[in-house]
């Protein structure tokens, strides 16, 4: 069992001037969550769900440190006076991102590792490992190097750590981020072997549509606070609209509308030609030897994890030297030099892109143009900025901003660099329903500047909002493609979610 | 050649050849201990089946014990200089370097941290250095996407400003690996990782007859280099 008895927690951080300042994590929690219930939190970013996972597996207060009064309870341990590692033998973890949460490089040393740390005898850990591996479905996973695993295989691979040692409760936090439909699926399925195994299960997170049939309880989260519980007989009559104002995703992808009118025709087009490439382990590698994709539009790029989008995406950028393939783009036939000139990609993780010491300064880097004196560019940054409600920040350090701000602070200088294609690498991986509107909202301003803008994303709700066009991409190759309405929402879905064809309950 | 060793026989030829090659003087014994040290590298990495890497090895290193040997003595001035700055680096950080790069590559962090155990060296020791087998693939990738950041950017380009590429590269790594490094201690610690609690260990590690041989082999060099 685990209780919070009237839980408050502050985090402390540390402002560029030197002063203390206190943000909240959660407030007023009194909660009670019974041995075997299976609990989803939700809400916007920042909304306490995340501090509440971590004041159960003990990371407040031995970790995070902050201020924090009030009591939690787990399994009969007082979370403030019991070691982490303790408590770890109790509670297993999984964790948002897939790429940080492993300690091992091989993945079979992984699924051991949390049971060694807990002094279990090797032989045993072996075995165990071998029937989770069965009863999970995992064995083509073991004794991998995790260097090699898409997010998804990691996301499975932590679980079945999880498993080896398995806790009475475990924790998760954002699971499916990173992940594509079917690897949510795949998650769905070990959360509901855990739940029938009688596990207490507690589970933070945006997408709902994976865990409404399991949860026992959903509590909604605002300002720290819990604003509101639903039980499963409530959480199942919960409609979009009840979703949409709420602010939280919606618990049934099927209900969601396509935005999109019908659309006579598209006037232009970007035409892709003798796109043949592989790696050298020759996985992802595309063979496209014609394609055109409306260049007046937003286009999604669909497809599953190693089919080959990331692989697309960078060859049209230009990045992969070795690619012959051509592109004609309003009467230009392109190389990859030249490309590399007029497309720009809004990155995964784009703390990687971005380089200078205040917002301002990251703008102007990409204006390249040696026609324009210093003020020019920078009356043209604070209109930008502006555009993007950024301005603001012109003199903040880019780190000291939230990830959407960073963010969008990557799409200014995007637009400064007045390149005329930009590609989106999963925008929206990990946002809450209000910040996918963002960047759904933001897609669109780029399309009125006239901007040529692919998508590569897993986010079916975020196609519905801002694609008027949808590339599937498997194997490599392209296996459809088709302009977005009323009429081919049925493909989209059955693409994405092949395998509840007519059920009408994802 | 699928022999595998114990981390303990590598660790004690990383230590050997590192400090042969580093020291070592260019006559008498001494020069033909450093031949047989440069040689161990190669059968190493063909061990592991790096082919290429191995090839690039042999090339390069005969190559400088050539020069060494044969042309160093000939040369005299700033020509001797330059020649034996280069080969000097080379030969002198080139196995080493190779050792370093075979032992991460063929241990793995669990046979490390077990092996480590049985030494008795404290987790404190031990914990820090076992990241390192995930750290330095994890900057491999982090540079990597950066290098694609900064071409799209166009900036860092040229060889112009060095210093600027530095900046440009050093920035965003170390904000990427600070947040990498907090995360994965994160989800260490909670699956029990904590110092001096003891664990198991599911990886089996043990010398055999070859491995106390090499030891002994690495032993006597040291004797012979030192002693005489």
């Known amino acids: 069992m685990i209780e919070f008895s009237n839980v408050n927690f502050e985090y402390r951080t540390t402002k560029a001037d030197g002063t203390n300042d206190d943000i909240i994590g959660v407030k007023n929690i009194n909660l009670r969550i019974r041995d075997g219930e299976f609990v989803v939190l939700t809400g916007g970013s920042g909304c306490g769900k995340t501090t509440l996972v971590r004041l159960i597996n003990g990371l407040i207060p031995h970790f995070y440190t902050g201020k924090l009064t009030g009591e939690v309870m787990v399994e009969g341990m007082h979370v403030k006076d019991t070691p982490i590692y303790e408590l770890s033998e109790h509670v297993g973890s999984v964790f948002q991102n897939p790429k940080t949460q492993f300690f091992n490089v091989n993945t079979t040393d992984e699924m051991a590792f949390a049971a060694e740390n807990q002094r279990r005898d090797p032989e045993h850990i072996v075995k165990l490992i071998e029937t989770t591996a069965g009863f999970l479905n995992v064995r083509k996973l073991l004794d991998r190097n995790i260097f090699e695993l898409s997010g998804g295989e990691k996301q499975i691979v932590a679980c079945a750590g999880i498993a080896v040692l398995s806790p009475s409760v475990v924790v998760l936090d954002e699971p499916s981020s990173n992940l594509d439909h079917d690897a949510i699926t795949r998650l769905g399925k070990i959360l509901k072997k855990w739940k029938d195994e009688g596990k207490t299960i507690v589970v933070a997170e945006h997408r709902l549509f994976y865990l409404k049939d399991l949860a026992d309880r959903m509590l909604l989260f605002r300002n720290g606070e819990i604003e509101h519980e639903y039980d499963s007989r409530e959480i199942s009559t919960l409609t979009l609209d009840d979703t949409e104002r709420l602010g939280i995703r919606p618990l049934s992808l099927l209900e969601v509308p396509c935005k999109q009118k019908e659309k006579d025709a598209f006037i232009d087009y970007l035409r892709l030609e003798n796109f043949d490439f592989s790696y050298k382990d020759k996985k992802h590698s595309i063979h496209i030897s014609d394609l055109s994709v409306p260049s007046d539009c937003v286009t999604a790029i669909i497809g599953h994890n190693g089919a080959g989008k990331s692989t697309l995406a960078r060859n049209i950028c230009g990045l992969e030297k070795h690619c012959r393939g051509t592109m004609e783009y309003h009467g230009r036939r392109m190389k990859y030099k030249d490309r590399l000139h007029s497309c720009y990609m809004i990155m995964q993780d784009v703390n990687h892109q971005l380089f200078t010491e205040s917002v301002g300064d990251e703008v102007m880097l990409s204006m390249t143009d040696k026609t324009i004196d210093e003020d020019e560019k920078e009356k043209r940054a604070h209109a930008i900025l502006r555009e993007l409600d950024l301005d603001i920040f012109f003199e903040t350090h880019p780190m000291a901003l939230s990830g959407g701000q960073k963010q969008r602070t990557a799409i200014a200088s995007g637009i400064a660099s007045s390149k005329p294609i930009l590609i989106f690498d999963e925008p929206t991986s990990g946002l809450d329903l209000y910040h996918m509107k963002q960047v759904a909202s933001e897609i669109l301003k780029l399309k009125e500047l006239g901007k040529t803008v692919l998508i590569i994303t897993h986010d079916y709700e975020f196609i519905l909002q801002c694609c008027d066009y949808v590339l599937e991409i498997e194997d490599g190759q392209v296996r459809d493609s088709y302009p977005l309405d009323d009429h081919t929402i049925d493909k989209l879905r059955r693409f994405i979610m092949p395998k509840v064809k007519g059920e009408g309950n994802v | ?228």
């Open chain 2, 1 to 228: 050649m699928g022999l595998k060793f114990d981390p303990r026989t590598k660790l004690m030829l990383m230590i050997t050849i590192g400090l042969i090659m580093m020291s070592g003087k260019l006559t008498g014994p001494e020069y033909i201990l450093r031949l047989v040290c440069t040689a161990i590298p190669f059968i190493l990495l063909l061990s592991i089946k790096s082919f290429k890497s191995a090839i690039l090895y042999a090339i390069l290193l005969s190559g400088t014990v050539f020069c060494e040997g044969f042309i160093v003595p000939y040369t005299n001035g700033v020509m001797n200089l330059i020649v034996m700055t280069i080969c000097g680096v080379i030969s002198r950080f080139g196995p080493g370097y190779l050792m370093g790069w075979y032992f991460v590559s063929s241990t793995s962090v669990s046979e490390f941290i077990t092996a480590m155990k049985k030494m008795h060296f404290p987790d404190v020791v031990t914990i820090p250095m076992s990241v390192m087998f995930r750290y330095f693939p994890t900057l491999k990738e982090e540079y990597l996407s950066i290098h694609d950041a900064m071409k799209m950017r166009e900036i860092g380009q040229g060889v112009k400003n060095p210093f600027q590429y530095v900046e440009y590269v050093l920035v965003p790594i170390m904000m990427s690996t600070v947040q990498i490094a907090n995360d994965l201690s994160a989800a260490s610690l909670t699956k029990g990782l904590g110092v001096n609690n003891g664990r198991t260990h599911i990886c089996r590690i043990s010398m055999k007859a070859y491995d106390w041989l090499l030891i002994l082999a690495m032993v006597s060099m040291l004797v012979i280099f030192y002693a005489f």
